[in-house]
């Protein structure tokens, strides 16, 4: 087998950066109109303004660092060969090659987000780390998990997952393939 090659989709990471960007501009204006009309008399400070104002920087800053640390460290396309699995970075220009000892295997999910549901290719590494590769990012994701069986990584078969927080998942596989 020769080697595959995963096709970014980089309309979606531009739409969570674009959209990232739209959060944290929107936050900072409305903190900033806040200050302003708070400096200038214009507003009274009552504890339920104060709440909300806090409230909504908050959940506008978290929204904004979810889909842009996302938007970033998904900007990746990864070759796959029977030696190992390199995986290039677009954003800082660096490569980092897996080689077929470090991989244990790889498992398929999915998850729900936005109304719909996606699947996603987990693959689990020797040192315990796992490496997601979802639906979304690539536009030929429907050939990555026959790549890999032809490459000869070990298949887990299909993985349920839990939430663990907002923007995390909990596998079940995970730390148990290490």
Known sequence: MGTFRTFLNPLYSLIRAALGLAAFVGAFYIGYRIARDLHAGEMAPSPASVFLSVAYLLMG?????ILLS???SEFKTYTIGEQGITVY??????????????VRGFSISHFPSGGW???VVILYLENGKKLELRQFNFLN??????????AG???FGFEPYRW?????????????VA
Request: hydrophobic content about 35%; glycine content about 6%.
């Open 61 to 65: 800053g978290t929204m904004a660092g």
């Open 70 to 72: 996302k938007a970033v």
């Open 89 to 102: 970075n677009y954003l800082t220009f660096t490569e980092k090659t897996y080689y077929s000892r470090q």
């Open 117 to 119: 549901r996606f699947l």
């Open 141 to 150: 994701f429907k050939k990555i998990a026959p790549a890999l069986q032809a």
């Open 153 to 155: 990584y070990h298949s």
């Open 164 to 176: 663990k927080f907002l923007n995390s998942r909990h596998f079940l596989f995970e730390g148990k």
